[in-house]
């Protein structure tokens, strides 16, 4: 909740929510309700957690509208069919904190979208809808460190202030990831670089040229062909989806209706 006598940000731009984290945090707060035996208190622990994360967030800013963004199951997202060098996401391994989790974390996906505009799609990562939705008119809100390959508007979430992201800023973002992969997620990168080694090919460098670097470095790891190969492989598993193409757009027809639909309001 904001504290008493704080300022409200405003904005005139569409909030667009990476509302995954709020399954996550629910699910971390029925955990700890349960084993602190205080869970009997509500009649829906889930819910009343729910409510109080979203109103965490709308309290935060008077926006123009919020969209919240939700993810398909991961292996039936795209990435999971163009991965060759390693199972997408293969390394994670879950497990629930108490019976009746994955219930929950549907009942807050089913409780935002029958309460607030939202989308999913099996697909699409959240991330994805945030990246392919983000334009002038709309700010990204996000825990995830992998949005910062977004240009444009981005709200703080730690220290509550909004600041914009350029698109050569974000290109060098994607390019780090390019090399570091994401372990996480099960993405190699290019084995052997470390941080110190990723700030000595890309520091001070014209992002025009910045791809050139990152593909010659695939090409000297691996070879010609696979070195290739692991460039594309590793770019259609980190870049997010972006808006291009008639058939694209086509597509996904009913999520930039629904954003349209706001900003005109």
Not at 74 to 100: C, H, M, N, P, V
Not at 135 to 146: E, I, M, P
Not at 172 to 190: A, C, H, K, P, Y
């Amino acid at each position: 909740m904001m504290a008493p006598g704080k300022k409200v940000l405003t904005t005139d731009k569409v909030g667009l929510i990476d509302a995954d984290f709020l399954k996550y945090l629910v699910i971390h707060d029925v955990g700890k309700s349960i084993k602190e035996k205080t869970a009997y208190l509500y009649e829906d622990p889930a819910i009343h957690f729910l409510k109080e994360r979203i109103a965490n967030i709308t309290n935060r800013f008077e926006a123009k509208g919020l969209i919240f963004l939700f993810s398909g199951p991961s292996q039936k997202t795209f990435r999971a069919s163009i991965a060759f060098d390693k199972k997408y996401k293969g390394k994670r391994d879950y497990t629930e904190l108490y019976e009746g989790q994955e219930e929950d974390k549907a009942k807050v996906i089913g409780y935002v979208k029958n309460r607030y505009p939202s989308l999913i799609f099996n697909d699409l990562e959240a991330d994805d809808l945030v990246c392919m939705l983000q334009d002038k008119d709309t700010f990204v809100f996000s825990k995830d460190k992998d949005l910062k390959q977004i240009p444009g508007t981005h709200y703080h979430i730690m220290d509550e202030y909004f600041y914009n992201i350029s698109n050569e800023e974000g290109f060098e973002f994607l390019m780090r990831q390019m090399i570091e992969g994401d372990s996480v997620d099960n993405i190699t990168g290019i084995k052997g670089i470390g941080p110190v080694g990723i700030n000595q090919l890309l520091t001070n460098q014209q992002v025009k040229t910045m791809h050139h670097i990152v593909l010659n470095k695939f090409v000297e790891k691996m070879g010609l062909w696979n070195g290739i190969d692991a460039f594309c492989e590793t770019w259609n598993l980190v870049r997010l989806r972006n808006t291009r193409g008639d058939y694209f757009i086509s597509k996904y027809k009913s999520a930039f209706d629904l954003l349209r639909m706001i900003k005109n309001q």
